[in-house]
C-alpha cells in the first residue's frame, strides 16, 4: 500500500523547483498541471535541447524528462546535466523498458525511473519521496550552517579567554582555543594537530609536575591526581613556564574532555626563583640536574662565580653585592641566549652560578663567560672616589658529575666545588 502524506508533500514541494522536459505536447501539459498541485516552480522544455539550456540559466532540484526526444534525447541531456551537476536529482520517464538505456541510466547514477503510461499514484508516490529527501537533506544542510555559525561563536568567545583550552575525544585533540596555540607555539589549529597529537610532548620532564607521552597517559594521570599536583612545566625562549592543568568530562559526549592550562609561573618563580638574579634557584637547580642525570652517565656543569666578591659584601654591604649578583647574571643570560639559547642557567646560592646542559657542547661557552671578566670590572665605577681596590673578575670552573651519584651527593660536590674557589 502506497502512504503519502499530502499535507506533508505541499509542505516539502513549496519551495522546490522542477524543470520537466517532455516532447509531447499532451502528456507535457497533462504532467505539469499534475505537478502544479504541488510545486509552484515548474519550467517546461520540449527537448533535450531546450531542456540543457534552460538548466544553464538556473538550478533546479528536480529534473523530470523523458529519453526519446528530437534533437537531443534524455540520457543526452543528463550526461551534460551530470558534468554540471553530478549530484542532481533526476528522475526518468519512458514509455520503452530497454535494458541498454537501462544500463547508461545506471552508469549516469540515475536511479529513479518510471515507465508511461504512469499511474497517478505511483507518480505521485516517487515525487513525494523525492521532495521529503530534498526537505530533509535541507534541514540538515541548514542545521549543518547553524552549527558552524555557533562553532565560530563559541571559538570567537573561548579565544577571548586567557587560559588555554583543549578539547580531547577518543585521545585525539578535537578543539583548542587562541590561548593554547600562543603556549604551544602554533600558528593554527590545523597545525598544532599536525605536528603535535600528543599535547604531552610539550611538557618538560619534571619529578614535581606531569609528564606524558600520550593524551590517553595524560588524561589517565589528571583522573588519578589531586588538585595542587596537576602541575605542568613547558620552557619557551629559555624560559621555564608553569600551568596548573584541570581536567573536566564533557558528560554528553562518550570519551570526551576539556584540559585547561591556567599560568601559575608567578607562583613558581616565588617558590623556585631567586628574587633578586631571577634565576633558578638551588632547589630548582638540583631538580633540573636530577631529571637531565637519568639520559646520560656523565653530566658537564659550569660554576661561575666573581673573584674579590666577599670584600665588596664586607666593606659596601649586601645591598650594594646584590647589585653586582644582578648584573654579573644578566651578563651570564647574555652568553647563555647568543652561543646555547637551551642551556640551563641557575642561582645555586650567594656568588655561585651554575650552567647546564643535556645537550650540545657546553665547552663551547666557557671562552664567551671568560670575556664577563673584562665588562665585569665596570660594575664598580660607581665607587671610583674610594682608596679601596677591587679588582673583579670571573672565575669559570667546569665540572663534570658523575650521575650515578645520589643528588644529596652531588649537591655536596657542588657546594665543595665553589668553596675551592
Known sequence: MIDINIVKLKKYAENCSVLYVEDDELIRDQTASFLGRFFKDIVLGEDGSIGISKYKERKFDIVITDINMPNMNGIDMIREIKEINYEQIVLVTSAHNDSDYLIQLINLDVMRFI??????????????KIAEEL?????KELLEAKLRQLSVRYQTIVDEINIGIVVIKDYAIDMANRAFLD??????????????????????ESSQCLNAAT?????SQLQELKDENRKVRMVRNAKTIEYQVNLSEI????????ITFNDITAIHNSLYNDRNTHLPNRKFILEKIEIIK????????????INNFRSIDKYYGRGESKEIEQSFANSIKIVRDTQMPKAFV?????NKFIITSDSGNIKTLISMLQEIQISS????????????EFHLSTNVILKEIDTNDSMKNIEVILDDAFEIV
Open 135 to 139: 526537505s530533509v537533506n535541507s534541514e
Open 294 to 305: 637519568q639520559n646520560v652517565s656523565k653530566l658537564d656543569v659550569i660554576l661561575l662565580s
Open 377 to 388: 670590572l665596570t660594575l664598580l665605577k660607581k665607587y671610583e672616589h674610594s682608596k679601596m
Open 251 to 258: 558528560v554528553e559526549e562518550e570519551n570526551s574532555y576539556i
Open 215 to 219: 593524551n590517553e597517559e595524560l588524561i
Open 346 to 350: 641557575g642561582y645555586f646560592g650567594v
Open 183 to 204: 603556549i604551544g607555539g602554533f600558528d593554527s589549529y590545523e597545525t598544532l594537530k599536525l605536528e603535535m597529537p600528543d599535547i604531552g610532548v610539550l611538557f618538560e
Open 115 to 128: 515507465l508511461k503510461p504512469f499511474n497517478n499514484k505511483q507518480f505521485l508516490y516517487i515525487i513525494y
